[in-house]
């Protein structure tokens, strides 16, 4: 972990058509009983916010600081079937978290360690969290009988002590413009269109910026050109 980590989710919820990105950034550090903990931030109230967590490499477990005491979030040396006490972002401090999944995944064109943990709460609700290891969370499903909601990890900026690592589904935005046609002015103006798929939620601008390169050949024919569309590499 280090500040400025960050992962970035897509929200679904179910019977609603927008998806929202969400952005989730470690803004400070702070040593608690000469323990390094981060603190998590994000803006958007479904992504947990404000809690103090710590990793610790020679166990492989992810702690959750809560009311002065730490919690197991995720314990990548447990097998599959284990059952432990932990601390759910959204449900508290549970014991009754089972290891429903583990095994290693191509992720990010990556072979990381997935492991998933389920819980169940009270009124018929439940949650899965996937977890990377060195990720951290991969995607989180919660259901109970009103609502069920999920994201997925889009984007992820992770340093640690092999340097700076950048994850990436690899979405892009796409240009549609309509190509010049015969002018005698030197002055050209080019209209276009710049789309992303994570951009239909109106409250994030998730592209920074964009770039389009164009040029004339001597000869070249230019009269009848369609509107065209191009994917930013």
Same mark, same amino acid.
Not at 28 to 57: A, E, F, Q, V
Not at 182 to 208: G, M, R, W
């Given at each position: 972990?280090?500040?400025?980590? *960050? ?8 019977? %609603? *058509? ?43 477990i992810l702690y959750v600081r809560y009311r002065d005491s730490d919690y197991v979030n995720m314990n ?31 992720? %990010? ?30 995607? %989180? ?35 549609? %413009? ?8 030197? *002055? ?34 230019? *009269? ?10």
């Amino acid at each position: 972990m280090a500040i400025g980590n *960050a992962w970035q989710y897509k929200l679904n919820i179910w019977g %609603f *058509a927008n998806e929202s990105v969400m952005t989730q950034v470690i803004t400070s550090d702070t040593t608690i009983n000469s323990k390094k903990y981060y603190n998590l931030s994000s803006s958007n109230p479904l992504l947990y916010s404000g809690y103090w967590l710590r990793y610790d490499d020679s166990l492989r477990i992810l702690y959750v600081r809560y009311r002065d005491s730490d919690y197991v979030n995720m314990n990548f040396k447990l097998n599959l079937n284990d059952q432990f006490s932990g601390f759910s972002f959204l449900g508290g401090v549970r014991n009754n978290f089972y290891v429903t999944n583990k095994h290693r995944i191509s992720v %990010f064109d990556t072979t990381l360690y997935l492991m998933s943990s389920y819980t169940s709460y009270p009124y018929s609700e439940s949650c899965t969290e996937n977890y990377i290891e060195n990720i951290e969370h991969l995607s %989180f499903h919660f259901l109970n009988q009103n609502v069920s909601y999920s994201y997925n990890l889009v984007r992820a900026f992770i340093h640690d002590q092999k340097g700076n690592h950048y994850y990436s589904d690899k979405q892009k935005p796409t240009i549609t %413009f309509s190509p010049v046609t015969a002018t005698s002015s030197l *002055a050209v103006k080019f209209d276009c269109l710049v789309k992303h798929p994570y951009e239909d939620d109106q409250l994030t601008n998730f592209i920074d910026s964009v770039s389009l390169y164009s040029y004339y050949s001597n000869g070249s024919y230019i *009269a009848g050109n369609q509107v065209r569309q191009g994917v930013l590499l």
